[in-house]
């Protein structure tokens, strides 16, 4: 009678996976604690008092206040108004951005000519350049048509940076999109703006939300365009933060709230869209465009 050897499973360790496995969820759980801890820390001191925050050991245990934040919307700085500029401007900027950028990315997509990687290429580059080197021409550029210390002019200093990245991401996009489908609904009957309305745009559906929420997320966290642009009528979020680190010392705990103020939104909004947010950050991914 012959025997047959029965080959058992070889064992894997932590759920299946191997030591690569392992490696990778230890850098997870690291990377998860290096983003998630500081904002903890953030929204904590935000509700703590003044001995609290300012203690020398960590205060995990403590009596919740509101008092910072209620200080932040009272007096004469009251956080009121800079919230006001900074959500007009950021999602102004935004908008704008992201419907030039729809057109603007469309067209690129589906026109041919010569020199169309060069150009796709110098709107990128543009995003690339430093703050630094584009925020003094531009003061100049504003103040002769009296743009400095308006709404208008911080917004348009936003699209500086958010609509030649709207343009260059979108182009991706429409050009992941078979042309025969176009293609189709032209001969349908339909179009060229129909086409464009009906058939591409929905289909970059993805495209369009990562690209309003990174022009979002830029304009909302900007500092070094709200320092030169704005003013006393236009000072943003960012600008107010700052006027709590004086001479006399730093108020921790209104610092932290305002930190929270922030934040909050943008996070807020991204897991509100991070179905379409994901698709949009892995396009290419897969295909190695």
């Not at 001995?51 to 009272?74: H, I, K, M």
């Not at 709404?151 to 699209?159: D, N, Q, V």
């Not at 025969?180 to 349908?188: D, G, R, W």
């Amino acid at each position: 009678m012959s025997t047959h050897t029965i080959a058992t499973p070889r064992r894997r360790t932590v759920r299946g996976r191997g030591p690569g496995g392992i490696v990778a969820v230890v850098f997870l759980v690291l990377a998860l604690a290096w983003t998630v801890v500081p904002l903890v820390w953030m929204l904590l001191g935000s509700f703590k008092g003044p001995g609290d925050v300012t203690a020398s050991t960590p205060q995990w245990l403590f009596t919740p206040t509101w008092r910072n934040y209620e200080n932040l919307f009272s007096g004469a700085n009251n956080l009121a108004t800079y919230l006001n500029h900074s959500v007009i401007a950021a999602v102004g900027a935004a908008v704008i951005a992201t419907v030039l950028g729809t057109l603007g990315g469309y067209g690129l997509a589906r026109t041919a000519f010569k020199g169309k990687k060069g150009l796709s290429f110098w709107f990128i580059s543009t995003r690339m350049a430093p703050i630094a080197a584009v925020v003094l021409p531009l003061f100049l550029v504003f103040r002769f048509a009296g743009l400095i210390d308006t709404l208008p002019g911080l917004i348009l200093a936003y699209l500086t940076f958010n609509l030649p990245f709207a343009i260059w991401i979108m182009s991706a996009f429409f050009e992941a999109i078979p042309p025969s489908l176009e293609e189709s609904a032209e001969v349908a009957g339909c179009t060229r703006w129909q086409t464009f309305w009906y058939v591409a745009l929905p289909l970059t559906k993805a495209g369009i939300v990562t690209t309003a929420v990174l022009c979002l997320v830029f304009a909302w966290n900007d500092y070094a365009f709200a320092t030169v642009i704005s003013g006393p009528n236009s000072q943003t979020l960012p600008i107010a933060a700052t006027q709590l680190v004086t001479q006399t010392g730093v108020d921790w705990g209104q610092l932290t709230a305002i930190g929270t103020i922030v934040v909050l939104p943008m996070i807020l909004v991204g897991l509100a869209v991070r179905r379409w947010l994901v698709t949009g950050l892995t396009l290419g991914a897969v295909t190695g465009e």
